[in-house]
């Protein structure tokens, strides 16, 4: 009987990840190469892989393929201008939960210490945890649930207005006559009978003598 053979594997090529930051070029142009590095440079996902690279271990970003969390980065930025804020929100979630967690790290630090300092220090360091955690809910629930505006209409023109009796009128003056000096459907309110006119230029006597004893 002959003995089997076992299979022996084989190894798959190890992808190397990429470390450059990938920027189209002209080979006409310099010109057109040039505005392109300058867009790129310039660009809020470079800005953003700048800080990632700086904040993660050297065990990450050795794993790390650069123009994929390039195009990563611009794609979210592209989803949003979709008003797409899955991402955002996410992000936003995970950021409360893992306050909460730095929360309860600190308050356990806090409660487990023997010294006032080092517990109000912790409890500090604690409560703001917490209260971040808490704003960044809020800001949460504003994406979801955005607040209503109500604003009052506000007219406005150019020329002069003139109210009469709660209606307003714009442009030229319009003198609308008085409800009150008149009677229904248009009869004059009657004022009385014409009374004569008063005699003038009436004879003066002369003033009598003044005794100024």
């Avoid at 201008?81 to 600190?106: G, I, K, P, V, Y």
């Amino acid at each position: 009987m002959t003995a089997k053979k076992t299979p022996t594997k084989v190894k798959e090529p190890e992808v190397l990840a990429r470390k450059a930051v990938q920027c189209d070029a002209s080979a006409t142009d310099p010109a057109v190469t040039a505005k392109n590095y300058a867009k790129l440079l310039t660009s809020p996902q470079l800005a953003a892989y700048r800080v990632i690279a700086a904040a993660e271990t050297k065990n990450m970003t050795d794993s790390l393929d650069v123009p994929t969390l390039v195009q990563a980065l611009k794609d979210q930025g592209a989803a949003a201008n979709r008003n797409d804020l899955s991402q955002a929100e996410a992000m936003l979630m995970n950021q409360a939960t893992a306050l909460q967690s730095l929360f309860a790290r600190m308050a356990e630090r806090a409660t487990s210490t023997e010294y006032l300092t080092s517990f109000e220090t912790f409890m500090r360091v604690a409560l703001k945890a917490q209260a971040q955690c808490r704003a960044t809910l809020e800001t949460l629930a504003a994406i979801k649930n955005p607040p209503l505006v109500y604003a009052k209409q506000a007219n406005v023109t150019t020329g002069p207005q003139q109210i009469n009796n709660g209606t307003m009128r714009t442009g030229e003056n319009q003198m609308q006559p008085s409800k009150l000096l008149e009677a229904d459907h248009g009869n004059y309110l009657d004022t009385g009978a014409q009374t004569a006119p008063a005699r003038v230029d009436s004879d003066l006597e002369a003033v009598g003598a003044v005794n100024r004893a």
